[in-house]
């Protein structure tokens, strides 16, 4: 136990001198981060399938209020934790009614309790969370809100395939955390 104080001891004297002189502060990231990915068949034989996938820092409610509180209200979010929101697609979409070519973006969002929840899809990547740019937006738009009927303390993105014949090609963008679901068609287009 000595050894164990004596050490912890060390460390915070060797700490303070570089503290002391202003070295730089890390961001810590409490929330971890976790990926959805789509895969699309090309109808081609041994080809291998294009994607879609999200990559976004998975923050939880841990008994607070979602909407309003942790999704701020009429207000950019970062939609998840962290660092920003990153979105990948290896074929041309339409989100919605958003048109997106094959890229990489970062997603974000904003909730409003007169209009809903809208997804922006930014052209900025790699930064930080909050550190948004209006002039980047490829554009928004609107997604439908499910009440869940159990509120849920992981914020989840999905992505979720059409899986019945007659539908397009695509699927669901999911977003669910409290007590509500946000969802949005993600369709492939020529």
Same mark, same amino acid.
């Given at each position: 136990m000595r050894h164990l104080l004596a050490l912890a001891?060390?460390?915070? $004297? +060797?700490a303070s001198p570089l503290l002391a002189q202003g070295a730089p502060q890390m961001r810590v990231a409490p929330s971890t981060r976790?990926?959805?990915?789509? #895969? %699309?068949?090309?109808?081609?034989? !041994? $080809?291998?399938?294009?994607?879609?996938?999200?990559?976004?820092? *998975?923050?939880? $409610?841990? !008994? &607070? +209020?979602?909407?309003?509180?942790? %999704?701020?209200? =009429?207000?950019?979010? &970062?939609?998840?934790?962290? +660092?920003?929101? $990153?979105?990948?697609? =290896?074929?041309?979409? &339409? %989100? !919605?009614?958003?048109a997106v070519p094959k890229g990489s973006?970062?997603?974000?969002s904003r909730w409003s309790p007169k209009s809903g929840? *809208?997804?922006?899809? #930014?052209?900025?990547?790699? *930064?930080? !969370?909050?550190?948004?740019?209006?002039? *980047? =937006?490829?554009?928004?738009?609107?997604?439908?809100?499910?009440?869940?009927? =159990?509120a849920q303390d992981a914020f989840v993105i999905a992505l979720v395939p059409n899986a019945e014949q007659g539908q397009p090609l695509g699927g669901t963008l999911r977003m669910a955390w409290g007590k509500s679901e946000f969802s949005v068609p993600v369709v492939v287009v020529p």
């Open positions: 001891l060390v460390a915070t $004297a +060797a976790a990926t959805t990915t789509m #895969n %699309i068949g090309t109808g081609v034989r !041994g $080809a291998a399938p294009l994607t879609v996938k999200v990559d976004y820092g *998975q923050p939880f $409610a841990r !008994g &607070r +209020a979602v909407e309003g509180t942790l %999704i701020p209200a =009429d207000t950019i979010w &970062r939609t998840g934790a962290n +660092a920003a929101t $990153a979105f990948t697609t =290896d074929v041309n979409l &339409r %989100i !919605g009614d958003l973006y970062t997603l974000y929840m *809208q997804l922006v899809v #930014n052209k900025q990547t790699g *930064q930080w !969370g909050t550190e948004y740019s209006q002039a *980047q =937006d490829l554009g928004r738009t609107a997604m439908t809100r499910r009440e869940l009927p =159990d």
